[in-house]
C-alpha cells in the first residue's frame, strides 16, 4: 500500500513536471496532467502486483516503460486542446521509469512484494 501512495504522489508530479519542461507535452489545464499522472499510478501499482517478483525487476521496469509511452501518448486524445507526441511521451515515461527503478528497489529489499507482506 506503500508504495501505491508514494506513485500517486511521484506519477502526477512526474507528468507535471514533464509539461513544463518538454515542448513535446502540452496540456492546457493544471489538472490533465494530474489525472494522467493518477491513471498512470494506477496501472503501474497494478502492474506490479502482477509482476513484480525477485528475478523480474527489468522486465518490470521496461513494461512500465512502455506501458507509461502508451499512456501518456494516448491521454492527449481524451483532453481538447492537449498535445503530446511519441517524443515527449518517451521523455515522460523515460523520467516515470526512473522513479519505478527505485520505487521497485525499495520494495523488493523491504520484502513488499511478497504476497502478505
Not at 500500500?1 to 504522489?9: E, H, R, S, V, W
Not at 513544463?20 to 489525472?35: A, G
Not at 496501472?43 to 518490470?60: C, D, K, N, P, Y
Not at 520505487?103 to 513488499?112: D, E, F, I, P, V
Request: positive net charge; hydrophobic residues 55%; aromatic residues 18%.
Amino acid at each position: 500500500m506503500a508504495g501505491f501512495i508514494i506513485k500517486l504522489i511521484v506519477c502526477p508530479v512526474v507528468v507535471l513536471l514533464s509539461s513544463f519542461l518538454f515542448r513535446e507535452v502540452y496540456y492546457p489545464s493544471f489538472y490533465h496532467p494530474v489525472i494522467v499522472g493518477i491513471v498512470l499510478a494506477i496501472a503501474a501499482h497494478a502492474m506490479e502486483i502482477v509482476f513484480l517478483r525477485r528475478g523480474t525487476f527489468w522486465l518490470s521496469n521496461l513494461m512500465d516503460f512502455i506501458a507509461a509511452t502508451a499512456i501518456v501518448y494516448i491521454s492527449s486524445y481524451f483532453f481538447p486542446g492537449s498535445r503530446v507526441t511519441w517524443v515527449g511521451a518517451t521523455l515522460t515515461a523515460f523520467l516515470l521509469a526512473v522513479t519505478e527503478y527505485f520505487q521497485h528497489l525499495w520494495l523488493l529489499r523491504t520484502g513488499k512484494t511478497d504476497k502478505g507482506a
